[in-house]
């Protein structure tokens, strides 16, 4: 119980710092390879703080709560995560977070926040089966869906899981908002739908977005994270280890894809998730 | 327990009261009074049979039982020689000829088979019974007192002759059948009330006599009337081979693992169960009937109808599971809930959104009865009563809307929540109910990803994965037009009726009430059903009580976050961006060439991936060639057992 609370209370506070930090990590790591210097490491956090103190507008009376909401859920979302709760719990929560985003974009009834919560929400259609066939892979495997159950199986998961755990890459890209498939918004300034789904959000409103962003990245790592721990300090090294190469990698596929149509989004999300998600599932069904 | 048979009576009496009163006063106050009372009846049934203490309440009903089905038997010839005749007038000689076909083999089983049979209970009432009769009682009479104001908007519209007494007639009459169909044990006396249900809502699709709605009303009796037959072979074959004509006895020999002893007679009867419930290959009649007005819709989709056919399918669930009878209706409701979802994200017409999402909703329940567990069985009772109320708020909401803006376009609803904000917000409850979480019917369907992934069958398991993807991506984006703030709209909520407004609130409250004391609904009401049925005790809900609660907490922390700061800011608000210069009224912008451009925004339907013809094609030709497959075994069967039997016929 008192391990669950330090977990909970660490990821409140330590998930945006960590978070911010790798937003800045990627950004100085893309600049390298873009061949730039780049800006600092905390660059994100000055944006952050800059967007708190812009003049206090919106578009209408309603957007900010939807956004405060989604807010709330992304955090509510890791919360669960991170007290070790149900996987189904966590993956519906955090439906119930991004519809709130979607929502807020439709609210304002301009053109770019529309089109971009379109693809935003065709976004979530084709990454969702992978999310759920990840969650229903840990528990034919591990006979829970519980996070702290999983976390404690003494037997590493990932050998038993490849098919699942690379169609679960795949569709981070989609989650972290990476090129090829940062169709609904993108941090790059070459984005042709201004800035898609966030183009009516601005000051802490938008700041709410980016901390939003930065919770729900840690808590997409917490899934990776999974696939590795089996309850030793070795299973917990090799995780973190690989939750950081992972990251890197994301990173580098954004700085080497262009961005693709929304149809190969769709197709090759689903065709991932129909071949590597379900093959994997139909062989742990016969573990 | 003499209140449900008051019940029927009652609401057929009304019914028939309703067919020679002229006035609009005196309808008016004898359908709130009758729906009043029905409310109170179901509610009243359901204190009673609490006080039984009993598990099921089974009344014999020895001395009434010959005249009682003898008089069925005869509104039964009555009925058929009406379908003959109608099926001539209109050139439909099919449906004259299924109903043919079915009167004279009721007549000769019922005369010369069932009359040695022994009826043990003629009715039986457990709680599966009681939560159709309070659905029927109170989502039913909520629905007719809707209707009172709908139809006279409606008869104002449409003018010609006021046909509103039959309407009102027919409403009532599926209401009293409904309640008769949910506590038949005898199949018998089931098969009565189904068939009049087929025919009321056949009356009802044709309401306005037009071309088409003649046309849809008789494919929706054809497809029903093969039901019909299905459930009638069904009776003949478990009265002549295995001599009772009990649903019960079916159950129990399923409870005790003589399912596939009993796949055969099984078959036929939940057939009809999908018929009924709107499955592939059978869909269509559903989304033809959108052409009544809507309270038929309303009607059909959420308390009656449709539910008998799930109803049905539910309580055989016992002898479903891994046979021959299960694979089929859980093939069959597969492919239709994953098909369904698909077709829906291609529709612009609310009112055929909401169709298909039915159909795919009852399809998750069939799958539900289909895998014959007691977890699944759970999800798919759950399911049954959050789609009742929801989808009868959706389809109240979207026929208010019609009269209002005069469209039930989903792209006409744009801007919604300015003109009507009232009834925006309540669809938007509505369609929050119908897929998100904390509310109930992502509640069941989680319950039923659980049954379905501990049943070991992966192609369910796909199958709800990526349907329920797809659910996601159709409401949502009818969710995000009604919650666009477009400037500039005037308000029309004063114009609508009281009694819509009332009914659609009474609903309202019913959904998120339900879902805040869900966990209840399932200790007291599904939980002991299943231990009955099943003959286990300190069964557990299929959703651990942990999530319930969270659930529960969740929902009302969002309740009290929209009470409290929903549309209240104090920021400054300023116009959208638009590319071009915004003109000031965030709906036009100065173009290139200086001239005014109007700015639109459309949905994505996805034609081309999730076509209705398409989908519909797959559905038909996956669905017939499973029931081909699965009829010829059963028959192939029932032609051995004869044979067996020798002098059986």
Known sequence: MVKIIICVIAYLILAPVIGGLLAGIDRVISARMQGRHGPSVFQPFYDFFKLLEKEPITVNNVQDFYIACFLLFIVVTGFFFFAGMDLLLVIFTLSLASTFLIIAAFSSNSAYPQMGAERELLQMMAYEPMVLITAIGFYLYSGSFNVADIIHNSKMSFPYMIGIFAGFLFILTIKMRKSPFDLSMSHHAHQELVAGLKTEFSGKTLAMVEIAHWYENIFLLGFVFLFFANGTIAGTVIGIVVCLVTYFFETFIDNN??????????????????????????????? | MSTIFILIIFAFVVALALLVLKADAGRDILVKIAAAVIAAGSIWTAVEFFRSGEDTVNIAMHSAESVISYAMLAIEVILALVVIFLGIKHKKYLASVLAAIQAPFTVWFELTKAHHIEVENNVSIDRLSIIMILIVGIVGSLITVYALGYMKDFQHHQGGPDRRPLFFFLMFTFLSAMFGLVVSNNLLWMFFFWEITTLCSFFLIGFTRTEEAVNNSFRQLVLNLIGGLSFLTGIIVLGSFYGTIELSTLVTLGVQGYGALMVVPTMFLALAGLTKAAQMPFHSWLLGAMVAPTPTSALLHSSTMVKAGVFLILKLAPCLGFNMAGIMVMLIGGITFLLASFAAISQSNGKRVLAYSTIANLGLIVICGGVGATGAVWAGIMLLIFHAITKSLMFLCVGTAEHQIGSRDIEDMDGLFGRLPRLASFMMIGIAGMFLAPLGMLISKWAAMTSFI???????????????????????????????????RENIESGVNKEETFVHGALVAMEIVICLIFPFVSKIFVIPYIEGVWGVSNLAATLSSNNMIIMCVMLAVLLILILLFYGKTNKKIVPIYMAGANTGDNLTYMGSMQTEMTQSLRNWYMEKYFGEKKMNMLGLASTITILGVAFAIAIGTIITMMSVMGGGF
């Open chain 2, 454 to 488: 501990d049943s070991g069958n992966f192609f369910l398991v796909a199958v709800i994965c990526f349907g329920s993807a797809a659910t996601a991506f159709y409401w949502t984006k009818w969710l995000g037009k009604l919650s666009a703030i477009v400037a500039a």
């Open chain 1, 257 to 287: 894809f262009a961005r693709m149509k929304w149809n190969v989004a769709l197709n090759s999300s689903w065709l991932v998730a129909i071949t590597l998600g379900m093959i994997n599932i139909v062989v742990l069904y016969f573990m």
